[in-house]
Nanobody, 123 residues
Framework: VQLVESGGGLVQAGGSLRLSCVAS????????MGWFRQAPGKEREFVAS????????IYGNSVKGRFTISRDNAKNTVYLQMNSPEPEDTAVYYC?????????????????WGQGTQVTVSS
């Protein structure tokens, strides 16, 4: 199993950024996918999750209404569209594959993790 994130970088507050995660080594459409983040000195935080077939999504309270998770099962790719980011969104963002079909906000529900991509939001 391999999860490879891309798209991180430096963005100004109020701008936009899209993260991508390409998956391989498992049946992508059978697994919910999630994004988590971890800022320096803080615990890993749930960002968003999407069901295996797509359509059903859940979000962390801090990003609700600003970030959008989506997936393209034909490309084995999950995305995180970050709109109106804030300096508080600065963190390493991780893509994760769930142990099953349904979305979860708990990190224990995920069996595979990417290496992470750094997102820095400047004020």
């Amino acid at each position: 199993v391999q999860l490879v994130e891309s798209g991180g970088g430096l963005v100004q507050a109020g701008g936009s950024l899209r993260l991508s995660c390409v998956a391989s080594g498992f049946t992508f459409s059978a697994s919910a996918m999630g994004w988590f983040r971890q800022a320096p000195g803080k615990e890993r935080e749930f960002v968003a999750s999407i069901r295996g077939s797509g359509g059903i999504t859940i979000y962390g309270n801090s990003v609700k209404g600003r970030f959008t998770i989506s997936r393209d099962n034909a490309k084995n790719t999950v995305y995180l569209q970050m709109n109106s980011p804030e300096p508080e969104d600065t963190a390493v963002y991780y893509c994760a594959a769930a142990r099953g079909y349904y979305s979860s906000s708990s990190s224990s529900g995920y069996g595979y993790w990417g290496q992470g991509t750094q997102v820095t939001v400047s004020s």
